[in-house]
Protein backbone atom coordinates (compact mmCIF):
# COMPACT_ATOMS: atom_id res chain seq x y z
CA UNK A 1 0.00 0.00 0.00
CA UNK A 2 1.43 3.61 -0.01
CA UNK A 3 4.44 4.69 1.86
CA UNK A 4 4.69 7.53 3.64
CA UNK A 5 8.11 9.06 3.07
CA UNK A 6 10.25 11.61 5.06
CA UNK A 7 11.59 14.63 3.44
CA UNK A 8 15.54 14.29 3.85
CA UNK A 9 16.80 13.24 0.48
CA UNK A 10 14.57 9.95 0.54
CA UNK A 11 11.80 11.33 -1.56
CA UNK A 12 14.00 12.49 -4.57
CA UNK A 13 14.88 8.95 -5.19
CA UNK A 14 10.76 7.70 -4.66
CA UNK A 15 9.99 10.54 -7.09
CA UNK A 16 12.53 9.49 -10.24
CA UNK A 17 11.40 6.01 -9.97
CA UNK A 18 7.65 7.54 -10.26
CA UNK A 19 9.29 9.59 -13.04
CA UNK A 20 11.08 6.68 -15.02
CA UNK A 21 7.56 5.18 -15.41
CA UNK A 22 6.39 6.91 -18.70
CA UNK A 23 9.59 6.89 -20.55
CA UNK A 24 10.04 3.36 -21.63
CA UNK A 25 9.65 2.57 -24.76
CA UNK A 26 7.97 -0.71 -25.79
CA UNK A 27 9.94 -2.00 -29.14
CA UNK A 28 7.84 -4.81 -29.88
CA UNK A 29 4.48 -2.38 -29.88
CA UNK A 30 6.35 0.11 -31.51
CA UNK A 31 7.21 -2.42 -34.45
CA UNK A 32 3.89 -4.35 -34.37
CA UNK A 33 2.39 -0.31 -34.93
CA UNK A 34 4.31 0.86 -37.48
CA UNK A 35 3.29 -2.40 -39.12
CA UNK A 36 -0.35 -1.13 -39.01
CA UNK A 37 0.59 2.02 -40.03
CA UNK A 38 2.19 0.80 -43.55
CA UNK A 39 -0.59 -1.64 -44.19
CA UNK A 40 -3.18 0.68 -43.77
CA UNK A 41 -1.44 3.32 -45.58
CA UNK A 42 -1.41 0.87 -48.31
CA UNK A 43 -3.97 -0.87 -48.30
CA UNK A 44 -6.77 1.62 -46.56
CA UNK A 45 -10.28 0.33 -45.57
CA UNK A 46 -9.48 -3.30 -46.36
CA UNK A 47 -7.02 -3.26 -43.52
CA UNK A 48 -9.23 -1.21 -40.92
CA UNK A 49 -11.45 -3.61 -41.25
CA UNK A 50 -9.40 -6.07 -41.15
CA UNK A 51 -7.64 -5.44 -38.04
CA UNK A 52 -11.07 -4.60 -36.74
CA UNK A 53 -12.49 -8.56 -37.11
CA UNK A 54 -9.31 -9.24 -35.55
CA UNK A 55 -8.72 -7.12 -32.47
CA UNK A 56 -12.41 -6.03 -31.87
CA UNK A 57 -14.95 -7.67 -33.08
CA UNK A 58 -15.55 -9.89 -36.73
CA UNK A 59 -19.64 -8.58 -36.42
CA UNK A 60 -19.05 -5.03 -36.67
CA UNK A 61 -22.59 -3.81 -37.40
CA UNK A 62 -21.41 -0.50 -39.31
CA UNK A 63 -18.41 0.84 -40.69
CA UNK A 64 -19.66 4.26 -41.02
CA UNK A 65 -21.71 4.57 -38.19
CA UNK A 66 -25.82 6.43 -39.83
CA UNK A 67 -26.54 9.15 -37.94
CA UNK A 68 -30.17 7.93 -37.53
CA UNK A 69 -28.75 5.46 -35.31
CA UNK A 70 -26.92 8.06 -33.46
CA UNK A 71 -30.15 10.06 -32.86
CA UNK A 72 -32.06 6.26 -31.69
CA UNK A 73 -29.48 6.01 -28.81
CA UNK A 74 -30.02 9.60 -27.55
CA UNK A 75 -33.74 9.26 -28.00
CA UNK A 76 -33.52 5.79 -26.23
CA UNK A 77 -31.29 7.57 -23.96
CA UNK A 78 -34.09 10.28 -23.05
CA UNK A 79 -36.54 7.51 -22.22
CA UNK A 80 -34.46 4.92 -20.06
CA UNK A 81 -31.50 7.09 -18.52
CA UNK A 82 -32.77 10.87 -18.19
CA UNK A 83 -30.77 11.54 -15.60
CA UNK A 84 -27.60 10.71 -17.20
CA UNK A 85 -28.73 13.14 -20.38
CA UNK A 86 -29.86 15.89 -17.97
CA UNK A 87 -25.76 15.83 -16.49
CA UNK A 88 -24.62 15.51 -19.77
CA UNK A 89 -26.29 18.23 -20.75
CA UNK A 90 -25.08 20.23 -17.81
CA UNK A 91 -21.42 18.96 -18.60
CA UNK A 92 -21.79 20.56 -21.61
CA UNK A 93 -23.36 23.75 -20.73
CA UNK A 94 -20.56 24.42 -18.52
CA UNK A 95 -17.83 22.99 -20.70
CA UNK A 96 -19.22 25.23 -23.68
CA UNK A 97 -19.05 28.51 -21.19
CA UNK A 98 -15.60 28.03 -20.32
CA UNK A 99 -14.05 27.41 -23.72
CA UNK A 100 -15.72 30.02 -25.45
CA UNK A 101 -13.93 32.22 -22.92
CA UNK A 102 -11.13 30.96 -24.67
CA UNK A 103 -11.44 32.61 -28.43
CA UNK A 104 -9.00 34.34 -29.79
CA UNK A 105 -10.13 37.02 -32.34
CA UNK A 106 -7.94 38.44 -35.16
CA UNK A 107 -6.51 41.59 -35.97
CA UNK A 108 -5.51 44.21 -38.49
CA UNK A 109 -2.97 46.98 -37.87
CA UNK A 110 -2.98 50.02 -40.34
CA UNK A 111 -0.62 52.58 -40.54
CA UNK A 112 -0.08 56.00 -41.35
CA UNK A 113 2.53 54.99 -44.26
CA UNK A 114 -0.44 52.85 -45.81
CA UNK A 115 0.88 49.76 -44.63
CA UNK A 116 -1.72 47.06 -43.63
CA UNK A 117 -0.60 43.73 -41.29
CA UNK A 118 -2.68 41.70 -39.37
CA UNK A 119 -3.23 38.05 -37.91
CA UNK A 120 -5.93 35.51 -39.19
CA UNK A 121 -7.36 32.63 -36.98
CA UNK A 122 -9.23 29.91 -38.42
CA UNK A 123 -10.48 26.85 -37.12
CA UNK A 124 -8.61 23.44 -38.59
CA UNK A 125 -10.41 21.55 -41.35
CA UNK A 126 -10.78 18.17 -40.00
CA UNK A 127 -10.09 17.10 -36.82
CA UNK A 128 -10.08 12.95 -35.90
CA UNK A 129 -11.37 11.93 -32.08
CA UNK A 130 -10.29 9.16 -30.80
CA UNK A 131 -12.71 7.22 -28.17
CA UNK A 132 -12.10 3.86 -26.51
CA UNK A 133 -14.40 1.36 -26.59
CA UNK A 134 -15.58 -1.35 -24.55
CA UNK A 135 -14.94 -1.08 -20.37
CA UNK A 136 -12.72 1.59 -20.97
CA UNK A 137 -15.39 3.99 -22.32
CA UNK A 138 -15.62 7.44 -21.42
CA UNK A 139 -18.57 9.71 -22.51
CA UNK A 140 -16.92 12.75 -21.02
CA UNK A 141 -13.96 12.85 -22.95
CA UNK A 142 -16.12 12.85 -26.11
CA UNK A 143 -17.65 16.02 -24.46
CA UNK A 144 -13.83 17.33 -23.40
CA UNK A 145 -12.43 17.38 -27.18
CA UNK A 146 -15.43 18.07 -29.61
CA UNK A 147 -16.30 21.09 -27.98
CA UNK A 148 -13.81 23.42 -28.19
CA UNK A 149 -13.05 21.98 -31.18
CA UNK A 150 -16.66 23.06 -32.47
CA UNK A 151 -15.90 26.46 -30.74
CA UNK A 152 -12.53 26.60 -32.17
CA UNK A 153 -14.30 26.39 -35.85
CA UNK A 154 -13.31 23.15 -36.76
CA UNK A 155 -15.30 22.47 -39.76
CA UNK A 156 -15.93 18.73 -39.31
CA UNK A 157 -15.19 15.96 -36.18
CA UNK A 158 -14.69 13.16 -37.03
CA UNK A 159 -14.99 9.99 -34.00
CA UNK A 160 -13.22 6.71 -34.52
CA UNK A 161 -14.16 4.08 -31.76
CA UNK A 162 -13.81 0.30 -31.85
CA UNK A 163 -16.94 -1.77 -31.96
CA UNK A 164 -17.99 -4.03 -28.44
CA UNK A 165 -17.60 -7.30 -28.82
CA UNK A 166 -21.18 -8.07 -30.20
CA UNK A 167 -20.26 -5.82 -32.99
CA UNK A 168 -22.49 -2.68 -31.87
CA UNK A 169 -21.30 0.94 -30.98
CA UNK A 170 -21.36 1.75 -27.23
CA UNK A 171 -24.43 3.97 -26.75
CA UNK A 172 -23.13 6.13 -23.94
CA UNK A 173 -20.36 7.19 -26.26
CA UNK A 174 -22.83 7.82 -29.27
CA UNK A 175 -24.84 9.91 -26.96
CA UNK A 176 -21.79 12.07 -26.06
CA UNK A 177 -21.23 12.35 -29.94
CA UNK A 178 -24.70 13.33 -30.36
CA UNK A 179 -24.95 15.95 -27.72
CA UNK A 180 -21.81 17.93 -28.59
CA UNK A 181 -22.30 17.46 -32.59
CA UNK A 182 -19.49 15.29 -33.87
CA UNK A 183 -20.03 15.00 -37.17
CA UNK A 184 -19.22 11.67 -38.46
CA UNK A 185 -18.69 8.11 -36.49
CA UNK A 186 -16.99 5.00 -37.71
CA UNK A 187 -16.44 1.90 -35.73
CA UNK A 188 -12.32 0.91 -35.86
CA UNK A 189 -10.02 1.30 -32.71
CA UNK A 190 -6.23 1.05 -32.14
CA UNK A 191 -3.10 1.94 -34.63
CA UNK A 192 -5.48 1.14 -37.40
CA UNK A 193 -8.17 3.39 -36.87
CA UNK A 194 -5.30 6.47 -36.14
CA UNK A 195 -3.44 5.27 -39.10
CA UNK A 196 -6.86 6.29 -41.47
CA UNK A 197 -7.31 9.20 -39.52
CA UNK A 198 -3.95 9.85 -40.66
CA UNK A 199 -3.60 8.96 -44.00
CA UNK A 200 -6.95 9.06 -45.45
CA UNK A 201 -8.78 6.45 -46.76
CA UNK A 202 -11.51 5.85 -49.15
CA UNK A 203 -14.10 6.03 -46.87
CA UNK A 204 -12.18 7.98 -43.54
CA UNK A 205 -11.20 11.20 -44.69
CA UNK A 206 -7.55 12.70 -43.77
CA UNK A 207 -7.61 14.76 -40.85
CA UNK A 208 -5.42 17.60 -39.73
CA UNK A 209 -4.93 16.96 -35.96
CA UNK A 210 -6.09 13.47 -33.86
CA UNK A 211 -6.81 14.04 -30.13
CA UNK A 212 -8.34 11.79 -28.11
CA UNK A 213 -6.80 8.96 -25.41
CA UNK A 214 -5.74 5.18 -26.19
CA UNK A 215 -3.99 2.13 -25.01
CA UNK A 216 -0.34 1.99 -25.88
CA UNK A 217 -0.66 0.85 -29.62
CA UNK A 218 -3.24 4.35 -29.91
CA UNK A 219 -0.83 6.48 -28.02
CA UNK A 220 2.55 4.84 -30.18
CA UNK A 221 0.53 4.98 -33.15
CA UNK A 222 0.03 8.68 -32.37
CA UNK A 223 3.79 9.71 -31.52
CA UNK A 224 4.58 7.89 -35.33
CA UNK A 225 2.12 9.34 -37.21
CA UNK A 226 2.78 13.01 -35.90
CA UNK A 227 4.54 15.32 -38.73
CA UNK A 228 1.68 14.06 -40.92
CA UNK A 229 -1.05 15.16 -38.93
CA UNK A 230 -0.71 17.30 -35.51
CA UNK A 231 -1.98 15.52 -32.06
CA UNK A 232 -2.69 16.90 -28.93
CA UNK A 233 -0.36 15.46 -26.90
CA UNK A 234 1.83 12.41 -26.40
CA UNK A 235 0.13 11.32 -22.97
CA UNK A 236 1.50 9.28 -19.97
CA UNK A 237 0.02 7.47 -16.95
CA UNK A 238 -2.75 9.69 -15.05
CA UNK A 239 -1.21 11.48 -11.98
CA UNK A 240 -2.41 13.38 -9.09
CA UNK A 241 -0.87 15.64 -6.84
CA UNK A 242 -2.14 16.40 -3.17
CA UNK A 243 -0.64 19.55 -1.12
CA UNK A 244 -2.45 18.99 2.18
CA UNK A 245 -1.71 21.36 5.75
CA UNK A 246 -3.44 20.13 8.79
CA UNK A 247 -6.15 21.30 8.37
CA UNK A 248 -7.17 18.90 5.62
CA UNK A 249 -9.05 16.08 6.44
CA UNK A 250 -7.76 12.38 5.76
CA UNK A 251 -11.02 11.02 4.03
CA UNK A 252 -11.01 13.83 1.44
CA UNK A 253 -7.58 13.36 1.11
CA UNK A 254 -7.30 9.54 0.62
CA UNK A 255 -10.37 9.17 -1.55
CA UNK A 256 -8.94 11.88 -4.31
CA UNK A 257 -5.54 9.88 -4.20
CA UNK A 258 -7.44 6.79 -4.77
CA UNK A 259 -9.42 8.45 -7.84
CA UNK A 260 -6.45 8.69 -9.51
CA UNK A 261 -4.85 5.32 -8.49
CA UNK A 262 -7.75 3.53 -10.22
CA UNK A 263 -7.02 4.37 -13.58
CA UNK A 264 -3.89 2.45 -14.46
CA UNK A 265 -1.38 0.24 -12.83
CA UNK A 266 0.63 3.29 -13.86
CA UNK A 267 -1.35 5.71 -12.08
CA UNK A 268 0.74 7.95 -9.35
CA UNK A 269 -1.21 9.39 -6.45
CA UNK A 270 1.24 11.50 -4.37
CA UNK A 271 0.97 13.34 -1.47
CA UNK A 272 3.12 16.60 -0.05
CA UNK A 273 2.10 17.33 3.29
CA UNK A 274 3.32 19.18 6.46
CA UNK A 275 2.00 17.15 8.99
CA UNK A 276 3.12 13.25 9.83
CA UNK A 277 -0.50 12.82 11.63
CA UNK A 278 -2.44 13.44 8.35
CA UNK A 279 -0.01 11.37 6.10
CA UNK A 280 -0.80 8.80 8.96
CA UNK A 281 -4.56 9.35 9.24
CA UNK A 282 -4.31 9.65 5.35
CA UNK A 283 -2.44 6.05 4.91
CA UNK A 284 -5.10 4.48 7.30
CA UNK A 285 -8.43 5.91 5.36
CA UNK A 286 -7.01 4.37 1.99
CA UNK A 287 -6.67 1.28 3.33
CA UNK A 288 -10.19 1.25 4.37
CA UNK A 289 -11.56 2.88 1.75
CA UNK A 290 -9.84 0.37 -0.70
CA UNK A 291 -11.54 -2.31 0.40
CA UNK A 292 -14.76 -1.56 -0.87
CA UNK A 293 -14.38 -0.13 -4.32
CA UNK A 294 -14.39 -2.01 -7.59
CA UNK A 295 -10.97 -1.92 -9.22
CA UNK A 296 -8.98 -2.69 -6.26
CA UNK A 297 -6.56 -5.10 -7.71
CA UNK A 298 -5.41 -2.01 -9.69
CA UNK A 299 -5.54 0.66 -6.84
CA UNK A 300 -3.26 -1.47 -4.64
CA UNK A 301 -0.59 -1.96 -7.68
CA UNK A 302 -0.68 1.57 -8.28
CA UNK A 303 -0.40 2.77 -4.83
CA UNK A 304 2.87 -0.35 -3.97
CA UNK A 305 4.36 0.90 -6.81
CA UNK A 306 4.16 4.70 -7.28
CA UNK A 307 1.68 6.25 -4.82
CA UNK A 308 3.46 8.21 -1.72
CA UNK A 309 3.24 10.63 1.24
CA UNK A 310 5.63 12.91 1.69
CA UNK A 311 6.22 14.55 4.82
CA UNK A 312 8.00 17.93 4.14
CA UNK A 313 8.78 20.48 7.33
CA UNK A 314 6.92 23.46 5.34
CA UNK A 315 5.07 24.63 2.55
CA UNK A 316 8.00 26.22 0.96
CA UNK A 317 9.32 23.27 0.13
CA UNK A 318 5.97 21.29 -0.49
CA UNK A 319 5.63 24.00 -3.32
CA UNK A 320 8.98 23.45 -4.53
CA UNK A 321 8.62 19.99 -4.84
CA UNK A 322 5.36 20.27 -7.18
CA UNK A 323 6.57 22.70 -9.18
CA UNK A 324 9.48 19.97 -10.34
CA UNK A 325 6.80 17.31 -10.41
CA UNK A 326 5.06 19.77 -12.56
CA UNK A 327 1.79 17.50 -12.28
CA UNK A 328 -1.07 16.50 -14.42
CA UNK A 329 -3.40 17.36 -11.49
CA UNK A 330 -3.19 19.06 -8.51
CA UNK A 331 -5.13 19.48 -5.56
CA UNK A 332 -4.55 22.23 -2.75
CA UNK A 333 -6.02 21.23 0.41
CA UNK A 334 -4.72 23.89 2.94
CA UNK A 335 -6.55 26.62 5.00
CA UNK A 336 -5.43 29.71 1.85
CA UNK A 337 -5.89 27.66 -1.42
CA UNK A 338 -6.38 30.70 -3.37
CA UNK A 339 -2.75 31.94 -1.81
CA UNK A 340 -0.96 29.49 -3.90
CA UNK A 341 -2.25 30.09 -7.13
CA UNK A 342 0.67 32.35 -8.10
CA UNK A 343 3.01 29.84 -6.26
CA UNK A 344 2.10 26.84 -8.77
CA UNK A 345 3.39 27.45 -11.56
CA UNK A 346 3.81 24.00 -13.05
CA UNK A 347 0.51 22.29 -13.03
CA UNK A 348 -1.89 20.65 -15.97
CA UNK A 349 -5.45 21.95 -13.56
CA UNK A 350 -5.27 23.15 -10.29
CA UNK A 351 -8.00 22.04 -7.41
CA UNK A 352 -8.20 24.68 -4.76
CA UNK A 353 -9.90 23.90 -1.34
CA UNK A 354 -11.22 21.01 0.09
CA UNK A 355 -14.58 20.83 -1.90
CA UNK A 356 -12.90 21.08 -5.73
CA UNK A 357 -11.60 17.12 -5.67
CA UNK A 358 -10.12 16.65 -9.21
CA UNK A 359 -13.36 14.40 -10.78
CA UNK A 360 -15.26 17.66 -10.62
CA UNK A 361 -12.63 18.61 -13.76
CA UNK A 362 -12.65 15.55 -15.09
CA UNK A 363 -17.11 15.64 -15.96
CA UNK A 364 -18.02 18.73 -15.03
CA UNK A 365 -16.78 22.23 -14.24
CA UNK A 366 -16.41 23.50 -17.62
CA UNK A 367 -11.88 23.32 -17.62
CA UNK A 368 -11.01 20.41 -19.92
CA UNK A 369 -10.04 17.00 -18.69
CA UNK A 370 -7.26 16.58 -21.27
CA UNK A 371 -4.30 17.59 -19.60
CA UNK A 372 -0.20 17.41 -19.76
CA UNK A 373 1.66 14.48 -18.02
CA UNK A 374 5.12 13.25 -16.71
CA UNK A 375 5.93 16.59 -16.07
CA UNK A 376 5.13 18.60 -19.39
CA UNK A 377 3.14 20.76 -17.51
CA UNK A 378 6.49 22.50 -17.40
CA UNK A 379 5.86 23.43 -21.26
CA UNK A 380 2.65 22.26 -22.23
CA UNK A 381 -1.21 23.78 -21.90
CA UNK A 382 -4.36 21.43 -21.24
CA UNK A 383 -6.35 21.20 -24.53
CA UNK A 384 -8.58 23.80 -25.66
CA UNK A 385 -9.65 26.08 -28.09
CA UNK A 386 -6.28 27.12 -29.31
CA UNK A 387 -5.21 23.50 -29.61
CA UNK A 388 -8.05 23.33 -32.69
CA UNK A 389 -6.49 26.61 -34.54
CA UNK A 390 -4.38 27.99 -36.84
CA UNK A 391 -2.90 31.45 -37.15
CA UNK A 392 -1.81 33.07 -40.35
CA UNK A 393 -0.39 37.10 -40.92
CA UNK A 394 -0.72 39.10 -43.92
CA UNK A 395 0.94 41.99 -44.90
CA UNK A 396 0.44 44.62 -47.28
CA UNK A 397 3.49 47.21 -48.01
CA UNK A 398 2.61 50.53 -50.30
CA UNK A 399 5.69 51.54 -53.18
CA UNK A 400 6.66 54.14 -50.54
CA UNK A 401 6.50 52.01 -47.25
CA UNK A 402 8.80 49.64 -49.08
CA UNK A 403 11.08 51.57 -50.59
CA UNK A 404 11.50 53.76 -47.37
CA UNK A 405 12.53 50.02 -45.61
CA UNK A 406 14.56 48.64 -48.51
CA UNK A 407 18.06 49.55 -48.04
CA UNK A 408 17.28 47.63 -43.88
CA UNK A 409 16.05 44.58 -45.63
CA UNK A 410 18.79 44.05 -48.31
CA UNK A 411 21.71 45.15 -45.32
CA UNK A 412 20.16 42.32 -43.14
CA UNK A 413 19.53 39.79 -46.34
CA UNK A 414 23.31 40.19 -47.31
CA UNK A 415 24.61 40.03 -44.05
CA UNK A 416 23.47 36.46 -44.20
CA UNK A 417 24.38 35.61 -47.48
CA UNK A 418 21.58 35.21 -48.84
CA UNK A 419 21.50 37.76 -52.20
CA UNK A 420 18.66 36.85 -53.83
CA UNK A 421 16.67 37.81 -51.16
CA UNK A 422 18.32 40.98 -51.11
CA UNK A 423 17.51 41.14 -55.02
CA UNK A 424 14.07 40.87 -54.74
CA UNK A 425 13.87 44.39 -52.55
CA UNK A 426 16.73 45.76 -55.10
CA UNK A 427 14.91 45.31 -57.92
CA UNK A 428 11.74 47.19 -56.80
CA UNK A 429 13.72 49.61 -55.42
CA UNK A 430 16.15 50.32 -58.83
CA UNK A 431 12.72 50.26 -60.95
CA UNK A 432 10.89 52.46 -58.55
Known amino acids: ?38 DVKA ?55 FHTRQKHEGFCVTEENGVIMGQRIRGLDKVGLYV ?18 KIAGVKEVIMVTPPLKDGSANKDILVAAALCGVDRIYLAGGAQAIA ?15 VGPGNIFVATAKKLVYGTVDIDMVAGPSEILVLADDSANPVYLAADLLSQAEHDRLASSIMITTSMEIAEQTKAEIERQTAY ?6 IEESLNNYGGIIV ?7 VEIANKIAPE ?32 GDYYAGPNHVLPTSGTARFYSPLGVDSFIKRSSYICYTKDALLDAADDIILIANREQLTAHSNSIAVRKNNA
Open 196 to 210: ALAYGTEEIPRVSKI
Open 132 to 149: PGGTAAYPSSVLMNAIPA
Open 293 to 298: LSRKEI
Open 329 to 360: HLECIVREPMEYIGRLDNVGSLFLGQYSPEPL
Open 312 to 318: CDDMDYA
Open 1 to 38: MIRIIKANGDEKRFLEDVEKRAGEVNAEVEKTVREILA
Open 43 to 97: NGDKAVKAYTAKFDSPNAQYYRVPDEAIQDALTEANENSPDFVNAMLNAVENITA
